[in-house]
């Protein structure tokens, strides 16, 4: 079966603090990965999405990045954080392919910056 | 683009009574899906059903159904028999049938779901 996992739970990061959020898959290949962002209280942002390993297609200019190094692994980043950086960030899959046209979300990570 | 509207920031149900969530969305296109997903205290995201816009038949899964209403471009969830479990954040969602990889999801802003004991 597949599973994603998401790391770590809760972050509390200085502003200024460099960042590094990293998302996997496991049971599927060449799945989408998505990370989207979710401000209290309010909806969801995507932030990035790839189709495959390099590959990273941004929805909003920030000052965040993506990468996927492998074919099941996804990375958020950055170099210098912002109070505005605050929410909490999910990672998703899916594998239209494999019929899979939803998404899976993983468990979130919690940022507070500080 | 794809927008998707939850006009109803909250509801309140009490337990074991039926409610309808409401969501509409704008679309061009004439194949899609739609998507409710629940967000519980945990915060994760967890989908509750689904609707491919090309089979007519409303799906259903165990207490959860949808009202899909294509040419009304509306998509809204009954939950039947409510029960305490069923609190969460209710989010409406679109995705694009393409499959050229860059599907994506476009997200309404919720509904917050109270189950009143």
């Known amino acids: 079966s597949q599973t994603i996992h998401q790391w770590p739970a809760t972050l509390v990061q200085p502003v200024g603090s460099p960042l590094s959020l990293e998302c996997t898959v496991e049971?599927?290949?060449?799945?989408?990965l998505y990370w989207y962002r979710q401000a209290a209280g309010r909806g969801l942002q995507l932030l990035f999405y790839s189709v495959g390993i390099g590959q990273i297609s941004s929805e909003v200019p920030q000052n965040l990045s993506a990468s996927r190094p492998q074919d099941r692994q996804f990375i958020l980043s950055s170099k210098k954080l912002l109070l505005s950086d605050s929410g909490f960030y999910l990672c998703?899959?899916?594998?239209?392919?494999?019929?899979?046209?939803?998404?899976?979300f993983g468990s979130g990570t919690r940022l507070t910056v500080v | 683009a794809q927008t998707v509207t939850q006009s109803q920031p909250e509801m309140s149900v009490q337990e074991a009574e039926t409610v309808t969530l409401s969501c509409t969305y704008d679309t061009s296109e004439s194949d899609y899906y739609l998507f409710w997903y629940k967000q519980p205290p945990s915060r994760q995201m967890i989908l509750v059903i689904r609707?491919?816009?090309?089979?007519?038949q409303n799906a259903t899964e165990n207490r959860f159904s949808v009202n899909f209403q294509k040419a009304a471009k509306s998509f809204s969830l009954k939950i039947s028999d409510s029960q305490l479990g069923d609190a969460a954040m209710y989010f409406c969602a679109y995705r694009s049938q393409s499959n050229f990889g860059n599907e994506k999801l476009t997200f309404g802003t919720g509904t917050r779901l109270t189950i009143i004991p």
């Open positions: 049971g599927t290949s060449n799945p989408n």
């Open positions: 998703a899959w899916s594998n239209y392919a494999q019929g899979d046209y939803g998404y899976t």
């Open positions: 609707q491919e816009a090309y089979k007519q």
